[in-house]
């Protein structure tokens, strides 16, 4: 998947796994790639499969609720 579907599937996880309504879940990611979060991801996007994506969601439920 590209950065872009990454980052939409990771908001996608966040408000199914953890609740989270829509704005609260974009909110989160978008504070995690503006602190870099994401960066290797848009380096190297071999990387943004679903197993990651997973990996990412709760991650960024954990450090930026």
Excluded: W
């Excluded at 998947?1 to 989270?20: N, Q, R, S």
């Amino acid at each position: 998947m590209t950065y872009e579907e990454h980052l939409d599937e990771v908001t996608t996880l966040i408000t199914e796994k953890y609740g989270m309504a829509d704005n609260a879940a974009i909110k989160m990611v978008m504070r995690a790639q503006a602190d870099d979060f994401f960066s290797g991801h848009d380096d190297d996007p071999s990387i943004c499969t679903l197993d990651r994506a997973h990996q990412d969601a709760r991650a960024v439920f954990k450090k930026y609720k």
